[in-house]
């Protein structure tokens, strides 16, 4: 009752009825030969064929069928979205890869310079244009194949840097409540449009929390992220970024 909109009624009383039932005289009827003999009653002709009346089908309220049209909206937002995240899950388990000892040792020495005590996994993909984190906790980081010999260290740096503030602050997780909650409310577009303003500003905060609290310079870190973008823009292999990912951009 909490979830769904308020179309179904629920004809249950919630305390029983406390008014006393009002109690008849009781009054001793004559025997049943008397009743008889005063009024006889006669014989009824039995019928040759009863007829037996179908009963009508019960007939649908309007609150019924808006909870039914309400039941089918999210039945089709929830498979809609179950199809993008097994795709993209199917295809991220073909195309990463683990990084090679050198490629990881250079990741655990940005790690070590953001102060991050507990890196999350590193995957690198081929053929992506821009990093991003896909999970639905805290998710693991997606980098592009060439990420570790692109740039310079700084440029590495700055954009980890973007990338693990998605996973500190636990973005995966608070995307997989925005869909759950745009799926049952999938009629409100106002639930469509906070969506959309909140992915805007998480990465507004994330750009905030990389150059205050990370250490990034500020004009570094916009020339890093700039370069990111044109790269992912000249990128053959779009990001599989669906409901439960949470991109660069």
């Excluded at 639905?136 to 740096?157: C, K, M, N, V």
Aim: proline fraction near 10%; include cysteine.
């Amino acid at each position: 009752k909490c979830l769904a909109p308020p179309v179904v009624q629920v004809p249950l009383a919630v305390l029983p009825d406390q008014t006393p039932a009002p109690i008849a005289p009781v009054s001793v009827a004559p025997p049943l030969a008397e009743m008889v003999a005063e009024h006889p009653v006669p014989e009824r002709p039995r019928p040759t064929s009863p007829s037996l009346a179908a009963p009508l089908p019960p007939r649908l309220e309007t609150r019924q069928w808006l909870a039914l049209g309400w039941l089918a909206g999210v039945a089709v937002f929830a498979c809609c979205a179950a199809v993008r995240v097994g795709r993209t899950i199917r295809w991220l388990r073909q195309e990463r890869r683990t990084p090679a000892p050198s490629e990881q040792s250079s990741l655990d020495g940005i790690f070590r310079s953001l102060r991050v005590k507990r890196p999350p996994t590193v995957w690198l993909v081929q053929d992506i244009g821009q990093p991003f984190v896909w999970g639905f906790l805290r998710g693991a980081i997606y980098l592009p194949e060439s990420f570790t010999q692109t740039g310079s260290d700084e440029h590495r740096r700055d954009i980890l840097a973007h990338e693990i503030s998605h996973v500190l602050r636990f973005d995966a997780a608070v995307n997989v409540l925005q869909i759950t909650a745009q799926a049952i409310f999938w009629f409100h577009p106002l639930v469509w449009w906070a969506n959309q303003r909140i992915r805007r500003e998480r990465e507004k905060c994330r750009d905030e929390m990389a150059i205050a609290h990370l250490g990034a310079r500020p004009k570094d870190y916009s020339a890093a992220i700039v370069s990111t973008l044109i790269r992912a823009q000249e990128s053959t292999r779009p990001v599989a970024v669906g409901g439960w990912a949470v991109a660069l951009l």
